[in-house]
């Protein structure tokens, strides 16, 4: 069955940077775009960022440009999130999530359980 | 970017209603809005895609209609596994962006 599990939050200072991992299983990661999308304490979903299937073509949030960096590792079926000039209102869940095939394509079918990043002095 | 706007924020209803959720686009998406639920400490789960297309697995009392910038869910005889937040999300341009959120509560 589809496996997404996120890795490597924590408690980092601002302006400090870290690095999310997504570890994908039970499909054919090349396939599928993927993406990232967060969650503040007590708030609402956020959509960070997204990939295509190959890696070709990235989006981001205005939030986010110029700071995070998606990228994919498809001989390991691995996403990844490279937060820059992190900030306290960074802070959040952070969800990996695969779309949907071809009728579902653009949705967010399967997700991960979250990893927590911290901004905070 | 497209701003999506869902109402209302909280909704109370008991066992049995139906009830409806309301997400308004600011500029055209054509059917391209999925809606999803949260339950607390969870992940999202996918409902709704291409605004009434249910997905696999999801119950029938589960409905979405509308296109353009204005669409509904509607959820009929609510069930206690129902009460939980669900969000709209509109997937027609990057930035993909979410509505706020319609946290449907027990009365």
């Known amino acids: 069955q589809v496996q997404l599990v996120e890795s490597g939050g924590g408690v980092v200072q601002p302006g400090r940077s870290l690095r999310l991992s997504c570890a994908a299983s039970g499909f054919p990661f090349s396939s599928f775009a993927m993406h990232w999308v967060r969650q503040a304490p007590g708030k609402g979903l956020e959509w960070v960022a997204g990939?295509?299937?190959?890696?070709?073509?990235?989006y981001y949030a205005d939030s986010v440009k110029g700071r995070f960096t998606i990228s994919r590792d498809n001989s390991k079926s691995t996403l990844f999130l490279q937060m820059n000039g992190l900030r306290p209102e960074d802070t959040a869940i952070f969800f990996c999530a695969r779309e949907g095939t071809a009728t579902t394509a653009g949705t967010l079918c399967y997700w991960g359980q979250g990893t927590l990043v911290t901004v905070s002095s | 970017d497209i701003q999506m706007t869902q109402s209302p924020s909280t909704l109370s209803a008991s066992v049995g209603d139906r009830v409806t959720i309301t997400c308004r686009a600011s500029?055209?998406?054509?059917?391209?809005l999925a809606w999803y639920q949260q339950k607390a400490g969870k992940a999202p789960k996918l409902l709704i895609y291409k605004a009434s297309s249910l997905e696999s697995g999801v119950p029938s009392r589960f409905s979405g209609s509308g296109s353009g910038t204005e669409f509904t869910l509607t959820i009929n005889s609510l069930q206690p596994d129902d009460f939980a937040t669900y969000y709209c999300q509109q997937y027609n341009n990057y930035p993909n962006t979410f509505g706020q959120g319609t946290k449907l509560e027990i009365k």
């Open positions: 500029q055209s998406i054509s059917r391209w």
């Open positions: 990939t295509s299937y190959d890696g070709s073509t990235k």
